[in-house]
C-alpha cells in the first residue's frame, strides 16, 4: 500500500468515527431532551392530580365547595380548578403547568347512594346467617358478622365494622366470601335521609299531611289514593300528582301496593307497610346493571318497612324496590305469630338501621323447621342499582368516581 492510499484510509476512517461520534452526541442530546420533556409533562400532570386531591378534600367536607383563585405550587400561578354540576353530577376539573407544558385532568364524582346495597344495617341483632342465606351485592354492616354453616357473600364489596362470630367455630361456620373484602369499615348510617325526602317532596313532588295512614296503589301511569280502607280511590296521573317522583306522607303510615311504572321513591316519617304485591310494570333482568327498564322504586322510612299480616300476604309476596329503614328496619308483621307465609320474592336491597325477623324457626341439631311468617327468602339484588338511583334516595355522603380523563 502506497503513502497516498494509506492516507486516504486513515482519513476515511476518521471521517467514520467523526459522523459515530456526531450521532452518539445527537442520541445523547435527544435523551436529555426527552428526559427533560418526560419530568416536565411528569410534574405538570402531578400537579393537575393535586389539585383533583385538593377538591376531593374539600368536597367531602363541604359538598358546595367552590375553588376561588388559581393555586400556587412551588411558588407559581400554575394550578386551576373548577367544579361544575349538573343532575347530580359534579365534573372536577384541574389543569396544572409547569415549565410551559400544561396538563388536564377532568373527573365526574357524584353522591353514592344506599340504594347501591344490596344489604346494609347498623345491628344485625340476634339474627344469624345460615347455610341457606346468601347476598350477592355489596353487603355492609357496622355490627358483627354473625354466621351458621358457612353462608355465601358475593358482591364487588362485602365490608363489615367488626369481628366475624362464628356459630360453633371457625371450621364449621366460616363464611365464604367473593370479591373484595375489607373488614373494619364503618359507614354511618344518616339521621337526616327522611327529612331530604320530605323537601324533595314538598319542593316538586307531593306531601300528604293530616291523615293517620295513605293507601297508595301503583297503577301503572295512575297512582290511586284513598284515607281509609272502605273508602274508594281517588285516581290521578302519577306525573301530575307528583313531578319529580317524590311521594311523602307526613306523620302518618303509608300502605302500598300495586304495579310500578316510572321512577318513583315514596316514604313516610313513620312506617311504609307493605299490603300486597308492589312490582314492576317492566320487571327487569336483576342480573344486568344495563337493562333498559325504566321502573325503579325506592321505599324509605323513618322506622320500619312491614310487611302487612292480611289475606293477600298469607302466602308470598314479590317486592321490587330498594328499602331504606332508617331508625328501624325490615320486618312482616307478627312474624312470631302470624301462619307460615311462604317466601319473599325481593329484587332490589335493603338497607335497614337494625336487623328485623320475617319469621321463627324450630331449630336442632341438623336442620331449622320454619315454625312462623316467612321461612324462605328470596332475595335477588338488582344489579341496575349500582348505575340508577331512585329519586333523592337518602345518600351515604360519600362521593363515588364516575370518570377519570387524563
Given amino acids: 500500500m502506497g ?29 436529555v431532551d426527552n428526559s427533560s420533556n418526560y419530568f416536565e409533562n411528569e410534574m405538570a400532570k402531578e400537579i393537575s392530580r393535586s389539585g383533583i386531591n385538593l377538591a376531593a378534600s374539600n368536597l367531602s367536607r363541604n359538598h358546595s365547595w367552590q375553588p376561588s383563585d388559581n393555586y400556587d405550587y412551588l411558588g407559581e400561578d400554575n394550578l386551576k380548578i373548577t367544579v361544575n354540576e349538573s343532575g347530580g353530577i359534579k365534573t372536577v376539573t384541574a389543569v396544572g403547568s409547569y415549565k410551559g ?9 357524584s353522591l353514592a347512594s344506599f340504594s347501591e346495597y344490596a344489604y346494609f344495617s347498623n345491628i344485625e341483632g340476634d339474627i344469624w346467617w345460615t347455610a341457606t342465606d346468601s347476598v350477592w351485592g ?30 360453633t367455630d371457625k371450621a364449621t361456620d366460616e363464611p365464604t366470601i367473593q370479591g373484595t373484602y375489607l373488614p373494619g369499615t364503618t359507614i354511618n348510617i344518616p339521621t337526616d ?27 301503572g301511569d ?18 301530575d300528582l307528583a313531578p319529580n317522583g317524590v311521594i311523602y306522607v307526613e306523620n302518618g303510615n303509608l300502605r302500598i301496593e300495586g304495579t310500578v311504572k316510572g321512577n318513583w321513591s315514596v316514604g313516610s316519617n313513620q312506617n311504609v307497610y307493605l299490603d300486597n304485591d308492589v312490582v314492576y310494570n317492566d320487571v327487569p333482568d336483576y342480573k344486568d346493571k344495563n337493562d333498559a327498564s ?64 320475617v319469621g321463627t324457626f324450630i331449630a336442632d341439631k341438623t336442620k331449622k323447621i320454619p315454625k312462623s311468617g316467612f321461612p324462605v327468602k328470596d332475595y335477588k339484588y338488582d344489579n341496575r342499582l349500582l348505575k340508577k338511583v331512585p329519586p333523592y334516595f337518602p345518600s351515604t355522603n360519600t362521593f363515588k368516581i364516575l370518570s377519570w380523563l387524563e
Fill in 3 to 31: 503513502g497516498k492510499a494509506a492516507l486516504l484510509l486513515i482519513l476515511g476512517f476518521s471521517t467514520i468515527m467523526l459522523m459515530f461520534g456526531l450521532n452518539m452526541n445527537r442520541v445523547s442530546t435527544n435523551a
Fill in 101 to 109: 407544558i400544561s396538563k388536564l385532568i377532568e373527573v365526574k364524582i
Fill in 138 to 167: 355489596p353487603f355492609h354492616t357496622n355490627d358483627k358478622i354473625q354466621v351458621q354453616g358457612h353462608p355465601y357473600f358475593n358482591g364487588p364489596i362485602t365490608s363489615h365494622g367488626g369481628a366475624i362470630k362464628y356459630y
Fill in 193 to 219: 335521609g327522611i327529612t331530604n325526602l320530605s323537601q324533595s317532596a314538598a319542593s316538586s313532588g307531593y306531601v300528604f299531611s293530616g291523615h293517620s295512614q295513605v293507601f297508595l296503589q301503583f297503577d
Fill in 222 to 239: 295512575s297512582i290511586k289514593y284513598k284515607y281509609n280502607s272502605g273508602d274508594p280511590y281517588v285516581t290521578v296521573l302519577g306525573t
Fill in 294 to 357: 325504566n321502573d325503579l322504586l325506592g321505599i324509605v322510612s323513618k322506622n320500619d318497612v312491614i310487611i302487612t299480616d292480611n289475606a293477600a300476604n298469607s302466602s308470598n309476596i314479590n317486592v321490587h324496590a330498594a328499602i331504606y329503614c332508617e331508625t328501624g328496619g325490615f320486618t312482616a308483621e307478627n312474624y312470631k305469630t302470624r301462619s307460615l307465609s311462604g317466601t319473599i320474592h325481593l329484587i332490589g336491597g335493603i338497607t335497614q338501621y337494625e336487623r328485623k325477623g
